[in-house]
């Protein structure tokens, strides 16, 4: 590791126990220095404050492999122009973070950590107005919901089509949404859950667990003719065409969404590589969209769908987390892997690939800075 990346590493140990003060304290010091900027965001800010954090994790995870580092943060940018940022807001941004770091890093907070932050904000910062300027697509779209189904008590899949342009984007990437008739200006990040089609038709699948937030009013409220707003695609959790290899997909919950899409791309054009799907829920009911799967894999004697649940005895089907499940079946060496659920979910199979000496650069997931 270099130095810079060394020295933002050892500073974060001295914030990252006191995220919640260290997000208060930048989003007051932002207001304050800019109270424009107030208006950008939720009235409610407490499901706000975690998204810079997750952001700078992010960022600092894929420090070490400046291909990726420089494409998220282009994409970030891009998405970033949803909000109307000004180039000179991301000085007054960078001014609050350094700020609420030093107030909480206290006494061990030095001037070389200041001055890697600095460096770092400033490479961060750069890129991500290159991506923003870069991006001749709207800010973001306005789209129609078309259709909206609930699969159980909390888990709704629905479609939705951009309506000024088709919305250009890869399958297995994520998008972040908002639904202003409900929650306005609370964006949050999904999965689409289809390959680009002719229609440009968008799926989603949404998990809400609690009544409150925007997956809440996505499960709950939101109906055909409904307008969302849907900003720019990004994520790497994309296909490699020109890859011999099999494949392997480990989904958890709704994580199946950019699996699912990863699925129909490779109905496109796959007939060389098997692929397996590894899909876990809790209980049998929760596999929400095991018949479309197994349809597929009907249709393409490459496909092949795992399903299994891990607190459901009576499920005639594998038993154990998904993780479990996967490792049974494997080692996974020399396939293309491909993770989607929560954030220990993606942990846990990262280390079983590890185990299976899978090399780092044939996994991909997307976990938002979460992992
Ligand atoms: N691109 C991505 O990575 C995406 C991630 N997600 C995330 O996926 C999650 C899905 O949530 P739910 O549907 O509620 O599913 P869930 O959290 O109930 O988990 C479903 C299954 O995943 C496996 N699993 C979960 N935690 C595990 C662990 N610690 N170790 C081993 N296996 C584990 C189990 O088989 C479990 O039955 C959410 O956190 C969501 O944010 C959703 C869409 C896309």
């Not at 003060?21 to 950008?40: C, H, I, N, Q, W």
């Not at 306005?142 to 890869?170: M, N, S, W």
């Not at 699996?259 to 929400?288: C, M, P, Q, S």
């Amino acid at each position: 590791m270099d130095n810079l990346g060394r020295l933002l590493k050892e500073s974060w140990v001295l914030v990252e126990e006191q995220r919640e003060k260290v997000s208060g304290y930048f989003y007051a010091r932002m207001f304050l220095t800019e109270p424009r900027l107030r208006d950008l965001f939720p009235v409610q800010m407490a499901g706000q404050r975690d998204r810079l954090l997750e952001s700078i994790l992010t960022a600092m995870q894929t420090i070490e492999d400046p291909e990726r580092l420089d494409e998220y943060l282009r994409s970030l940018g891009r998405d970033h122009r949803k909000y109307h940022v000004r180039p000179e807001d991301y000085d007054i941004m960078g001014d609050a973070l350094l700020d609420a770091f030093r107030t909480c890093a206290g006494d061990e907070w030095t001037v070389e950590y200041d001055q890697a932050w600095r460096d770092a904000y400033r490479v961060i910062a750069d890129r991500m107005l290159a991506g923003a300027a870069s991006d001749d697509n709207p800010p973001f779209w306005h789209a129609e919901v078309l259709t909206h189904e609930r699969r159980g008590p909390d888990i709704a899949v629905f479609t939705c089509q951009p309506l000024q342009q088709p919305l250009p984007y890869k399958a297995g990437q994520y998008v972040s949404l908002e639904a202003p008739r409900y929650q306005p200006r609370l964006w949050r990040t999904y999965s689409i859950a289809n390959a680009p089609n002719d229609e440009n038709t968008l799926e989603f699948h949404v998990r809400s667990l609690g009544a409150g937030w925007l997956s809440g009013a996505l499960v709950r409220r939101v109906k055909p003719g409904d307008l969302l707003r849907v900003a720019a695609p990004m994520g790497s959790m994309t296909l490699d065409q020109t890859s011999k290899r099999d494949v392997l997909c480990v989904a958890g919950g709704v994580g199946l969404a950019p699996i699912k899409a990863l699925i129909e791309e490779l109905t496109r054009y796959n007939r060389t590589r098997w692929v397996h799907v590894f899909y876990g829920a809790d209980r049998g009911e929760d596999l929400y969209a095991l018949a479309e799967l197994l349809d597929l894999a009907d249709g393409h004697p490459w496909l092949s769908v795992i399903p299994c649940c891990g607190d459901d005895p009576e499920f005639p089907g594998e038993q154990g987390n998904v993780v479990e499940v996967m490792t049974r079946y494997g080692p996974w060496t020399s396939h293309d892997c491909f993770v989607s659920g929560s954030a220990a979910m993606v942990r846990s199979t990262l280390r079983a690939l590890a185990e299976d000496e899978v090399p780092p650069t044939n996994i991909r997931y997307d976990t938002f800075g979460e992992v």
